[in-house]
């Protein structure tokens, strides 16, 4: 069965720049990746995705690269690379990398030749003249980081397209030789040794149209390149004549899809994607009006999930990456319940069916950034969605809980490893602020707390790895009290049970006798006289043939 290993696999996301510095520059990098290997074995996961660790200005971390054959000087040396690919592999972890060919960064060689018009690189860019003699841009269309997604670039008088920043222009994908040579990048790196990819906003590189847009709040233009048939075309070929020779997989990043779409990418017989993520659980809070305060929705979480997990055949399961908030501080409770309700959705992640993703220091419950003022935030995006706020009038303390409760930089904050100096992830100066509750919330104290949210992970990851059922078996909602959510993993006759409180109250409930508990966040061990839940409970369950 080694053609779908990836499917008993647990993923571990690293955000290089966050995760461990070697140096002492204040940057993560990958000599402390490498120094950080046997702390993951010993975790239980067996891939780590690496977010972008290419040549790149750093306008947005990474995600805008200026040569795919590099690696950023920051980070360390192609030498290194192919360090931390022998020691991964001898502890039996295999690694993917991220692949970003929506864009590259206006640094990139191809963008800095192909403003010239003359040159052979300038069809590799989207380029429009502007309306009103060149004084509007080509289109209606706006960008993911806030504005118009038209540029005007001052050589050539032209508009290049961008979906993202001004300073990451979007490659031309009806160009033939833009597929060629996102296909020798694939190559090269699978070449040397690599598993495969996350494959960034690959849904959105085909623009099938650059007519105006349908008029949104946000993201106009959608419809002319959200999945369009180019891209699935583009995504089969790059399958036919790169991944199907390789032992890989590729797991999609996909933005604005609903079930259908993501089975178009992603089922079996396509051809296309392995797997993809879903945005839609991220999109489960309410905006009051109230100071813009979001309120989680628990039960719409529990809907959205139950949708993706019975319409699309294998998920790539996640609560956090390195653009979302922290998920204890999102949909637990990271005052009165940190731990237990860190551990409750290790319980959910964990037991569903696809490919479950931790992102670094999920697996010790760290918390949301502990910023004070949009001036500590680094987040390219943070800073364009508040000053287009500012430009909008809001108050200063509106645009400031909107940014503080939503920022990515939330979850970049570095990796709290012990409560010395710098939570020992740099000696030098962290390149963002490292959250004053290191001193409490660590990996060293994890490690000698047998009761720590990371030990619980490890058994989870154990459990899961060991019980056919938890990776293969269906997926059924059961009904349940009001926030609390109850799911069925079921094969060949055998049955487990997954049931997790949401809330900070108890919550009576009623349990059969004969059922084994396998993990309880709350170390349960047997389920007589248990009436209720307590606040943010979970039980494994295995449930005895009666
Ligand atoms: O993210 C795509 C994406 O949709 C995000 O911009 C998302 O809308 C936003 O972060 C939610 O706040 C990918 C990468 O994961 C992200 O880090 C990059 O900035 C982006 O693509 C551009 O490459
Ligand atoms: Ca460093």
């Known amino acids: 069965m080694s053609e779908k290993w990836w499917k008993e696999a647990v993923v571990y996301q690293i955000y290089p720049r966050s995760f461990c510095d070697s140096n002492g520059d204040g940057i ?34 990474g995600y805008d690269i200026s040569d795919y054959y590099s690696v950023n000087e920051e980070l360390g040396t192609l030498e290194e690379m192919k360090n931390l690919f022998y020691e991964a592999k001898i502890r039996g972890i295999k690694i993917i990398m991220d692949l970003v060919i929506n864009h590259v960064s206006n640094q990139h060689e191809w963008f800095i030749k192909g403003q010239n018009v003359d040159s052979e690189y300038h069809d590799y860019f989207i380029w429009r003249k502007g309306k009103d003699g060149g004084k509007r841009p080509p289109n209606n269309w706006t960008s993911f980081f806030t504005g118009s997604a038209w540029e005007k670039n001052d050589l050539n008088s032209k508009y290049f397209l961008h979906l993202f920043s001004n300073t990451m222009p979007d490659l031309n994908f009806h160009n033939p ?18 598993s495969g990819f996350r494959c960034d906003v690959i ?50 990043e996909t933005v604005l899809v609903n079930t259908d779409m993501a089975n178009d990418l992603c089922a079996d017989n396509r051809q296309e994607l392995d797997m993809v993520f879903g945005f839609e659980h991220m999109e489960t809070e309410q905006i009051s009006n109230k100071w813009f305060k979001l309120k989680f929705q628990p039960e719409k979480l529990f809907r959205v999930i139950t949708k993706w997990q019975t319409e699309v055949d294998w998920n790539a399961n996640y609560l ?106 740099t000696t030098g100066k962290p390149w963002l602020q490292i959250n004053k509750n290191f001193e409490n919330i660590n990996v060293e104290q994890n490690l000698n707390d047998k009761d720590s949210v990371l030990n619980f992970y490890k058994e989870l990851i154990s459990i899961r790895k060991n019980t056919e ?49 396998i993990i309880s966040n709350y170390k349960r061990t047997d389920l007589k006289e248990v009436n209720f839940l307590e606040p943010y409970e979970s039980i494994l369950i295995k449930i005895n043939k009666s």
């Open 28 to 61: 993560g990098d990958i000599q402390g990746i490498i120094s950080k290997l046997d702390y993951l074995k010993q975790l239980g996961i067996n891939v780590i995705w690496l977010s972008p660790v290419y040549k790149s200005p750093n306008e947005d971390n």
């Open 177 to 194: 030789k833009v597929i060629a040579e996102v296909k020798a990048i694939m190559k090269f790196w699978l070449d040397m040794g690599i």
């Open 203 to 252: 849904n959105v590189i085909f623009k099938s149209s650059l007519k105006d847009g349908k008029k949104r709040i946000a993201l106009t233009g959608q419809e002319y390149y959200v999945s369009q048939y180019g891209c699935h075309k583009i995504l089969k070929e790059l399958k036919r004549d790169v991944t199907a020779n390789y032992d890989c997989f590729l797991v999609g």
């Open 320 to 425: 956090e990456n390195h653009d979302q908030p922290r998920s204890v501080s999102r949909f637990g409770d990271d005052k009165n319940f940190r731990e237990l309700s860190a551990k409750m959705l290790c319980t959910m992640l964990l037991t569903l069916r696809g490919t479950p993703y931790i992102f670094e220091g999920q697996e010790i419950g760290m918390t949301n950034g502990d910023f004070l003022d949009i001036e500590e935030m680094k987040d390219l995006e943070s800073h364009n969605v508040y000053n287009l706020a500012k430009e909008l009038h809001f108050p200063k303390k509106l645009r400031w809980s909107l940014i503080k409760k939503t920022s990515r930089d939330n979850a970049r904050t570095p990796m709290q490893w012990s409560k010395n100096a710098n939570a020992s992830f």
């Open 469 to 517: 059922t938890l990776l293969f078996g269906t997926f059924k909602r059961l009904n349940s009290p009001k926030n609390v959510f109850i799911f069925e993993r079921k094969l060949k006759g055998e049955k487990y049970l997954t049931i997790c409180n949401f809330s900070n109250k108890k919550i009576k409930i009623k349990f059969k006798l004969n059922w084994n508990i």
